[in-house]
């Protein structure tokens, strides 16, 4: 069974910073990108940043370049996201999800539970 679990958010003062992680299993962690989308009530949903690994290639929003930083660990089959800088703007549900790349929703089919980041100004 495909699962994603997010894990690592929190409230923060902004300016502050929160590792964020999606623990991912049941297929093939090389074979798919790993994204992170955000979505906060009124708002439209944003992706965030995503990783591939079988090529390398990593994407960032405009909105988080220079303060978010995406990584993977292989053997943990985890994508790990360190937010820094952050701003009160940055208030979101943060998921994960499973897909071929890029910072599209439509790219992405198998998504996580979510995590709660709050930024307080």
């Known amino acids: 069974e495909v699962q994603l679990v997010e894990s690592g958010g929190g409230l923060v003062q902004a300016g502050g910073s929160l590792r964020l992680s999606c623990a991912a299993s049941?297929?093939?962690?090389?074979?798919?990108?790993i994204g992170w989308f955000r979505h906060s009530p009124g708002k439209e949903p944003e992706g965030v940043s995503s990783?591939?690994?079988?090529?390398?290639?990593?994407y960032y929003a405009d909105s988080v370049k220079g303060r978010f930083t995406i990584s993977a660990d292989n053997a943990k089959s985890t994508v790990y996201l360190q937010m820094n800088g952050l701003k009160p703007e940055d208030t979101a549900t943060y998921h994960c999800?499973?897909?071929?790349?890029?910072?599209?929703?439509?790219?992405?089919?198998?998504w996580g539970q979510g995590t709660q980041v709050t930024v307080s100004a």
């Open positions: 999800a499973r897909g071929m790349g890029g910072i599209l929703a439509a790219a992405y089919d198998w």
């Open positions: 990783i591939k690994n079988s090529d390398g290639s990593i």
């Open positions: 049941g297929f093939p962690f090389n074979g798919y990108a």
